[in-house]
């Protein structure tokens, strides 16, 4: 086998990590494909674990053990969270993209896979340390960055409907009070997740918290625990949520006035120190 260049081994190694993040590589995996011992494999790891360091580009890490080996997670700073949550708070305050009903248009926002992506990875830096094992969304505006967050910590995605579907088999269905008080149907089909699991819940809008509450209501009919709960937005009024305990990255208010006005901020808790 051609010798292989050490550039050439990391950057490779970095393109296989990154895109699976969260799964465990054996060093002996990487001594096969570049013909290289262990002893070197070490070394590159290690010069790649302060790259991204250095850079702010997640984390490398090693794991001991018999099932041992090299991973890596997509960890963003605070700091560079900020920064990102804020260039989009940015984009979003004023009066053009206020809707009836105290509504923000933003699908845009979910439709752009590295402005996606990049909230994936704010939330998915969260909640690493609770280790769900699955995110769960409502459809179908939260799925972008339900998605993203699941790739992001390298877990499945989970996705309730309003209705059973045919092809997913039997479901559980319930009923919650969505925020405008109406009565909704929620379903999951019963082969998607197992007894006591650990449920991510991730959306992408918090007004009253009616269908966060149902999705918190689904997993406890499914035994499942709830390890965290996250949101892209979340409205200022009500003050007072059906749910507790969640996160969301940004904060929209809309001030009365012809016309009105949308002011959005980042999460005071994204704005506090670590």
């Given at each position: 086998m051609?010798?292989?260049?050490?550039n050439e081994r990391m950057s490779a190694i970095m393109k296989m990590l990154s895109s699976a993040p969260n799964r465990i590589f054996t060093?002996?995996?990487?001594?096969?494909?570049?013909?290289?011992?262990?002893?070197?494999?070490?070394e590159d790891?290690?010069?790649?674990r302060e790259m991204c360091s250095h850079f702010d580009l997640g984390v490398v890490e090693t794991v001991t053990?018999?099932?041992?080996?090299v991973r890596y997670r997509p960890a963003v700073s605070r700091n560079k969270a900020r920064e990102t949550i804020q260039d989009l708070c940015r984009k979003l305050s004023g009066s053009e993209r206020v809707l009836p009903g105290g509504f923000l248009y933003y699908s845009d926002i979910l439709s752009t896979p590295d402005i996606v992506n990049r909230m994936g990875e704010i939330i998915?830096?969260?909640y690493t340390e609770v280790e769900p094992d699955f995110v769960l969304t409502m459809e179908t505006k939260g799925i972008p960055v339900a998605f993203a967050t699941a790739n992001a910590l390298g877990i499945p995605l989970v996705i309730a409907r309003h209705s059973s579907k045919v092809y997913e088999g039997s479901a559980v269905n319930i009923s919650y009070v969505s925020g405008s008080g109406s009565i909704e149907t929620m379903s999951l089909s019963r082969r998607a997740v197992?007894?006591?699991?650990?449920?991510?819940?991730?959306?992408?809008?918090l007004k009253g918290g009616g269908t966060a509450k149902g999705m918190v209501e689904l997993?406890?009919?499914?035994n499942v625990t709830v390890a965290g709960m996250a949101f892209v937005m979340a409205t200022v009024t009500p003050e007072k949520k059906r749910v507790s305990g969640e996160k969301s990255l940004m904060t929209l208010a809309v001030r009365d006035g012809e016309p009105a006005e949308a002011v959005v901020r980042p999460a005071e808790w994204l704005m506090a120190d670590n």
């Open positions: 051609e010798k292989v260049r050490r060093l002996s995996s990487f001594c096969e494909m570049f013909g290289s011992a262990k002893s070197t494999m070490s790891v290690d010069l790649l053990g018999a099932a041992g080996g998915a830096s969260e197992k007894e006591n699991q650990r449920a991510l819940i991730v959306d992408d809008f997993m406890r009919e499914f």
